[in-house]
């Protein structure tokens, strides 16, 4: 939208800043990034015309711009041209519709209006289009002396509130546990979330994320990185420094890099595209990027291209692209010196692979790719290809003990480099999973082994136990064993937990979990094994992955969960959470988390638990525009603001929770008070009371009592003995009052339809309970406001901290109402007087207003001669003073009458043909001989046509009179009308 012939003098403002910013990092030029981007609430333009101002701002979700109006000056100099749309249009009900190839954008029929004294007047306001533009018309014209305010109202109809997709794809976490949520953005709207928006995109997608604050309550920085064609992001990590490290991969010539960047340009490749889903391509091929963060968002410490030739980054196009989002899959991890490790996949034959590494050559088709990088990355420290001659995929990467590099993924690869002392060396079908264990420099394959059965397997995540043993985490469509048989298992399931010795050589723990149905129930996200061995998982199932991937029996109905879900139920397309006691041997937590009606997702990438078994998950959620992602109270953004929106949530699946509770023994409000403690923790098994009097117990709940009245807090300390999990401690407070005293008070008489305050008085309240609640605006504090429409008696019942309760009483008398009825509308023709009549109740007083135009204003039936129309009110008081109103509005209409006929000349009485009527503002008469010639002209009542024209006596006979008028009441509104004189001459 343009404005046509604005002013080049317009200057614009910001006002209302807001406290959190927006960093840009958009194309290849580092001098036109900015960070710490303040936003406002509304932007004010100056002289956009001359004599017209313009304020954008943003009203219930809604974009709106008021163009200003001062006054003398002419509306119609606005003009606004619109271009790229695929159509435009005025529908019936007044809204401009803009159609374009992405939504439909409506604005609303305008609404226009005048401040004039105190009083808002409204002006009826209406768009014209001609062409793609658009102007605005005033049908009844308006006070050209006062400023005029026109009031658009923006609306995306398509989307709500945001005209821009984000898909979520990563999380992670820093040391305050705050989340980082990380996805693709598709242009101009991301973040999605409530109230942040950034205002430009650099290409076709870019790679949007969020830092939120450990509750979720707030955001505190949120920015996206890209270039001019397609990104996405693959994993996100979070270093010591609380710098966010991204991996991704990109088509953009222009991603942004640093001056020192390991790869300054990037490499390209082959076409790559996917025809749904995902909403981006690679036309001409794409590399991987890294991308390094400062804490607060605000600057890109460091970022570079990783690849060659081909195509890098991406699981294109196998039996490995199993899962929906497999294509973006790979991990980033850093160690304690912040270097960065990377594991994905190549299918460039000229990788800069290290002069030592462990697989020098290319292994053919596509190979899995492990790196390592210095902190600023400007160094590739080493390098190694994984690979057989056909697909491998490298998923997962950690670091053991040792220092040494422990990865994991996928391969159609029947020669995948396997070493003579791990578990398998044959390969098994369809794929199979791998794992491998690198030295530290990576130039040396220290173990290796195939992971699977004879039909589809994959290995997705790598974790280690106290023991540094290896953990994986997989899909398979075969038989994978259950052993040892005390194992916890679901038979026939898909997804695969397996533990290994250090070296790989021995598989001590194998089973399965699911549905049991023999397919693939769900697309891991994110896996730990925590410090004592607890196995977290994390992962997506249902339409998505089974309408989009491979995975055609995907559903999370019917998965396991346990007793204490936090969510029993699922529409079959929801994140599935589970955590198994230490080597699988038990069922501690599993649960549902999803909507009831979006299928819960994620577009690659990883999501990560933090050692404490907290796992913070991005996901794709909303799709179709639905709100049904659970949310905490005060999340930063309960409502999705687009079609499909990053959604994320961080979950306590850590399952020590410290809860004390109390009841208090209510059998009487003396002392010794007996309160009941109630212990609702979980996941502990030894407990320590405090109970605030210098009182302590160990039981796991039981009562206490308490001599006298005061302020106490309870302190529960829940511990698990084997000191797997940390100590949780949670306190509560509560106040023992002395026995309230109260007293209600009121007013003692009121009129019907008021309201009236009444009140109690007492202290050590905490809660009130006024009865009958159905005449009160309220019912639970201590004033409240009473509507009877009876004398009426309340009572309100008091309760202190302890339960005791007391109450008291206050009665409203309420007198009769007095009636009234000031009559109906009347019409009265100009200057005849007529009657007003008004039913009354008796022994009222009445007092009619204004008194112009009444012959009487205190008594029912005055007579009404008003000069115009007016409202007439009539407010009826009885004998308690008791008040009612009515009116009636008086309608006055002015009379127009012509003369058929009249004499001119001699001693004539009508020697003029005049027009008489009243209240007339506007006035045109004509006169024209039966042949149509016209003779006579008169803007002026008062003027009268003679029987002359030209100075000559026109002949006696009939003549043609026009007349076109408006009156005071409607001076806008002109009436026509026509007929004949007959002019007589009489000479004496």
């Not at 290896?470 to 040892?484: F, K, R, T, W, Y």
């Not at 990438?605 to 794709?620: P, W």
């Not at 009182?695 to 039981?702: H, I, M, P, Q, R």
């Not at 008003?866 to 008791?882: A, I, S």
Request: one cysteine or more; aromatic letters at 12%; charged letters at 15%.
């Amino acid at each position: 939208m343009k404005f046509l012939n604005a002013s080049f003098q317009t200057s614009s403002a910001g006002k209302k800043k807001r406290p959190n910013y927006r960093n840009y990092f958009l194309g290849h030029d580092a001098t036109k990034w900015k960070s710490k981007v303040k936003g406002f609430e509304e932007v004010q333009h100056t002289a956009l015309y001359a004599g017209v101002n313009m304020r954008t701002y943003s009203s219930n979700g809604h974009l709106k711009y008021d163009l200003i109006v001062s006054p003398t000056t002419d509306a119609s100099i606005i003009s606004m041209k619109y271009d790229g749309l695929d159509a435009m249009r005025i529908r019936p009900n007044g809204d401009l519709e803009l159609k374009t190839a992405l939504m439909d954008v409506l604005e609303r029929n305008p609404i226009a209006y005048q401040n004039i004294g105190d009083e808002r007047i409204e002006v009826a306001c209406e768009f014209i289009l001609d062409g793609t533009i658009v102007s605005f018309r005033f049908p009844d014209g308006y006070n050209n002396n006062y400023k005029l305010i026109i009031d658009p109202e923006l609306v995306f109809s398509t989307y709500s509130g945001s005209d821009a997709n984000n898909f979520g794809s990563s999380a992670s976490y820093d040391s305050n546990g705050n989340l980082y949520g990380a996805g693709t953005s598709f242009g101009i709207g991301y973040p999605v979330t409530l109230g942040a928006y950034t205002q430009t995109a650099s290409g076709i997608s870019d790679i949007g994320f969020s830092k939120f604050s450990t509750d979720g309550t707030s955001l505190i920085y949120s920015t996206f990185v890209g270039g001019a064609a397609s990104e996405s992001v693959n994993s996100t990590i979070v270093n010591i420094n609380d710098e966010l490290y991204l991996f991704g991969t990109t088509g953009s010539t222009d991603y942004p890099v640093s001056a020192n960047a390991f790869q300054a340009n990037q490499n390209g490749g082959t076409a790559a595209t996917w025809p749904g889903g995902y909403g981006i391509e690679f036309l001409s091929g794409c590399d991987m990027v890294i991308s390094k963060f400062s804490a607060d968002g605000a600057s890109l410490l460091a970022s570079t291209y990783v690849g060659g030739s081909g195509n890098d980054g991406i699981n294109y196009e196998s039996v490995l692209d199993y899962n929906y989002g497999d294509p973006f899959r790979g991990e980033i991890n850093v160690d304690n010196a912040d270097n960065v490790y990377v594991a994905t996949c190549t299918e460039s034959s000229d990788f800069p692979v290290s002069a030592n590494a462990a697989q020098s050559a290319f292994g053919g088709g596509r190979d899995g790719l492990i790196f390592k990088m210095n902190s600023d990355l400007s160094n590739m420290t080493w390098a190694t290809y994984i690979g057989g001659s056909s697909v491998d995929n490298a998923y997962a990467i950690q670091l053991n003990a040792n220092g040494e590099i422990v990865t994991a993924g996928g391969t159609l690869s029947n020669d995948f480099p396997t070493t003579g002392n791990a578990l398998n060396t044959n390969y098994g079908g369809l794929s199979d999973g791998w794992v491998m264990r690198l030295s530290q420099n990576g130039s040396q394959f220290l173990s290796s082994s195939y992971i699977g059965t004879d039909k589809y397997d994959q290995v997705y995540f790598v974790q280690f136990d106290p023991n540094d043993d290896v953990l994986l985490l997989g899909q398979s469509e075969g038989n994978i064993p259950i052993a040892p048989a005390s194992v916890y298992s679901n038979p026939n399931s898909g997804q695969f937990i397996q533990k290994l010795t250090n070296d790989l050589s021995t598989l001590s723990v194998s089973t399965t979990f699911g549905t049991g149905n023999g397919g693939i129930d769900i697309s891991p996200t994110a896996f730990l094994v925590s410090n004592c061995g607890q196995i977290f998982v994390s992962g997506w199932g249902g339409a998505t992955n089974s309408g989009y991937g491979n995975a055609i029996q995907s559903t999370t109905n019917n998965l396991p969960i346990s007793s204490d879900a936090f969510q029993t139920t699922t529409d079959g397309s929801d994140f599935y959470l589970l955590v198994l006691e230490a080597d699988a041997e038990g069922l501690v937590y599993a649960t549902y988390f999803g909507g009831g009606t979006s299928t819960e997702h994620v577009d690659g990438g990883t999501s990560r638990f933090d050692k404490n078994g907290i796992v913070y998950q991005a996901v794709c959620a909303g799709c179709g525009g639905n709100d049904d992602f659970p949310s905490t109270p005060g999340a930063w953004s309960p409502t999705n603001e687009s079609s499909c929106n990053l959604g994320v949530f961080k979950f306590d699946l850590n399952r020590l929770i410290s809860a004390p509770d109390f009841n208090i023994n209510l059998e009487n409000c003396y002392y010794p008070l007996e309160v009941e403690f109630l212990n609702n923790s979980t996941g502990a098994n030894t407990y320590d009371w405090d109970f605030g009097d210098n009182e302590t117990a160990t039981y796991f709940e039981g009562s206490h009592f308490y001599d006298e009245p005061g302020s106490y807090e309870i302190t529960l300390i829940a511990r698990d003995s084997a000191n797997c999990l940390t100590p949780d401690t949670a306190s509560i407070e509560f106040e023992i009052p002395i026995p309230p005293i109260i007293m209600a008070f009121g007013t003692d008489t009121i009129c019907a339809r008021d309201t009236v305050g009444i009140w109690v008085e007492g202290e050590g309240i905490v809660s009130y309970d006024w009865s009958p609640a159905f005449s009160l605006e309220s019912s639970d504090t201590a004033q409240v406001n009473a509507l009877p429409t009876e004398t009426t008696v309340y009572v309100v019942a008091a309760t202190d901290s302890v339960g005791c309760q007391v109450t008291d009483s206050v009665i409203v008398y309420v007198s009769g109402a007095p009636t009234t009825n000031a009559g109906d509308n009347a019409y009265l023709q100009l200057g005849v007087p007529g009657y007003l009549y008004a039913e009354t109740s008796p022994n009222s007083t009445i007092l009619w207003s204004p008194p112009e135009g009444l012959s009487c204003t205190t008594c029912p039936d005055p007579i009404a001669d008003p000069q115009e129309t007016t409202t007439y009110y009539l407010v009826v008081t009885d004998e308690f003073g008791c008040s009612v109103s009515d009116s009636v509005i008086v309608y006055t209409y002015p009379t127009i009458y012509v003369p058929n006929a009249f004499t001119p000349g001699g001693n004539a009485t009508n020697p003029v043909f005049y027009v008489y009527g009243h209240g007339i503002a506007f006035f045109e008469l004509n006169i024209y001989t039966r042949w149509g010639q016209h003779i006579y002209h008169s803007n002026e009542q008062t003027e009268g046509w003679d029987g002359n024209t030209n100075g000559l006596e026109a002949q006696q006979g009939v003549y043609v009179w026009t007349l076109k008028y408006s009156t005071d009441i409607h001076p806008n509104t002109f009436e026509d009308k026509i007929g004949h004189v007959t002019l007589l001459r009489n000479h004496y």
